[in-house]
């Protein structure tokens, strides 16, 4: 069986331009959606490199969105725009807006939006000079958490949340004979779930992880996977990720990014079964990407 493969140029003359050279970027998702997060007509450049091309995108309340394409699509980027973080980059901009419970993160105090939409990486980075609870911790000594009205958070209570949030990442029982230890000491899976303790901690209400699992192995992929499951009862999580298998097993809902283009935007079980855009179908099935 011989499979034709596409050069990106074909791929995005096949399934962005009608036979007019006209865009049509219809998108199905996110009409029906109850929105945490909207994204609006978002661009975003680094320098004269424009990588994100103007699209609408909105994040289910409650839910699991994967963002899924090929290297270099624009899913980092996407992100954090969502965050502010984009903006932190040097010759950085971006246009459009972004929305968290239709309020304008970009008219708000930045600090306080990275607060209340976390932020998780792709390679473990626990503070290495910081012990296992320091860490959890860090973040709410640097900026109180949502509940606390930057009021002074005493020790004892600071330790009762570091144990909370290690908990709730799935850690706590892993760590709990040695939390004084350094956060560089546990393993990448212990680490990274480290990390997503110190997210929490700040109380969140919105948890972007950017391929969480890329540097894990299987059985600590499982429990992130696992966890992602228990916190979308709490929070909106919106994960970039590789594997497909991930996105098939964890997601509610998954946006493809192809190019700076949203290309479809479904229900999980539509993208993976019945997708309507043939380069959709091309990148899940593995022919591409
Ligand atoms: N700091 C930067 N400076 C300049 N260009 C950048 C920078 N970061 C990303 N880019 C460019 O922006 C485009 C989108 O990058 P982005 O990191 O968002 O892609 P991605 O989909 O997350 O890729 P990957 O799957 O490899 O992580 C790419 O062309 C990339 O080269
Ligand atoms: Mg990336």
Same mark, same amino acid.
């Given at each position: 069986?011989?499979? &034709?493969?596409?050069?990106?140029?074909? @791929?995005?003359?096949?399934?962005?331009?009608?036979?007019?050279?006209?865009?049509?970027?219809?998108?199905?998702?996110?009409?029906?959606?109850?929105?945490?997060?909207?994204?609006?007509?978002?661009?975003?450049?680094?320098?004269?490199?424009?990588?994100?091309?103007?699209?609408?995108?909105?994040?289910?309340? @409650?839910?699991?969105?994967?963002?899924?394409?090929?290297?270099? +699509?624009?899913?980092?980027?996407?992100?954090?725009?969502?965050?502010?973080?984009?903006?932190?980059?040097?010759?950085?901009?971006?246009?459009?807006?972004?929305?968290?419970?239709?309020?304008?993160?970009?008219?708000?105090?930045?600090?306080?939006?990275?607060?209340?939409?976390?932020?998780?990486?792709?390679?473990?980075?626990?503070?290495?000079?910081?012990?296992?609870?320091?860490?959890?911790?860090?973040?709410?000594?640097?900026? *109180?958490?949502?509940?606390?009205? *930057? &009021?002074?958070?005493?020790?004892?209570?600071?330790?009762?949340? *570091?144990?909370?949030?290690?908990?709730?990442?799935?850690?706590?029982?892993?760590? &709990?004979?040695?939390?004084?230890?350094?956060?560089?000491?546990?393993?990448?899976?212990?680490?990274?779930?480290? +990390?997503?303790?110190?997210?929490?901690?700040?109380?969140?209400?919105?948890?972007?992880?950017?391929?969480?699992?890329?540097?894990?192995?299987?059985?600590?992929?499982?429990?992130?996977?696992?966890?992602?499951?228990?916190?979308? &009862?709490?929070?909106?999580?919106?994960?970039?990720?590789?594997?497909?298998?991930?996105?098939?097993?964890?997601?509610?809902?998954?946006?493809?990014?192809?190019? *700076?283009?949203?290309?479809?935007?479904?229900?999980?079980?539509?993208?993976?079964? @019945?997708?309507?855009?043939?380069?959709?179908?091309?990148?899940?099935?593995?022919?591409?990407?």
């Amino acid at each position: 069986m011989s499979i &034709k493969v596409y050069t990106q140029e074909e @791929n995005v003359n096949a399934e962005l331009h009608s036979p007019e050279g006209v865009m049509v970027t219809e998108v199905s998702a996110g009409d029906d959606i109850e929105a945490k997060m909207h994204v609006k007509n978002l661009k975003a450049w680094f320098r004269q490199k424009q990588v994100l091309n103007g699209f609408d995108f909105k994040v289910a309340t @409650n839910k699991i969105t994967a963002i899924i394409g090929p290297s270099g +699509c624009g899913k980092s980027t996407l992100i954090r725009c969502m965050n502010r973080m984009h903006e932190l980059t040097p010759g950085a901009r971006m246009e459009g807006g972004v929305f968290l419970d239709g309020i304008d993160i970009y008219k708000e105090d930045s600090v306080e939006m990275r607060s209340r939409i976390g932020m998780v990486f792709q390679t473990p980075n626990p503070f290495p000079t910081m012990s296992v609870v320091d860490n959890a911790i860090s973040g709410i000594k640097l900026r *109180g958490r949502g509940k606390s009205d *930057g &009021k002074k958070i005493g020790k004892d209570e600071l330790m009762g949340i *570091g144990e909370e949030v290690l908990n709730m990442a799935g850690l706590w029982d892993e760590v &709990k004979d040695d939390i004084n230890k350094s956060g560089a000491a546990l393993s990448g899976g212990q680490q990274q779930r480290l +990390c997503i303790a110190r997210a929490l901690a700040v109380e969140p209400e919105v948890l972007l992880m950017d391929e969480p699992c890329s540097a894990l192995d299987p059985a600590s992929t499982l429990k992130i996977e696992e966890l992602m499951q228990e916190l979308k &009862k709490d929070y909106t999580i919106v994960v970039v990720t590789h594997n497909m298998q991930q996105a098939a097993r964890v997601s509610d809902y998954t946006a493809f990014l192809y190019m *700076g283009e949203l290309i479809e935007y479904q229900k999980t079980s539509v993208i993976f079964e @019945n997708p309507e855009k043939e380069l959709t179908e091309r990148y899940i099935t593995g022919r591409f990407g």
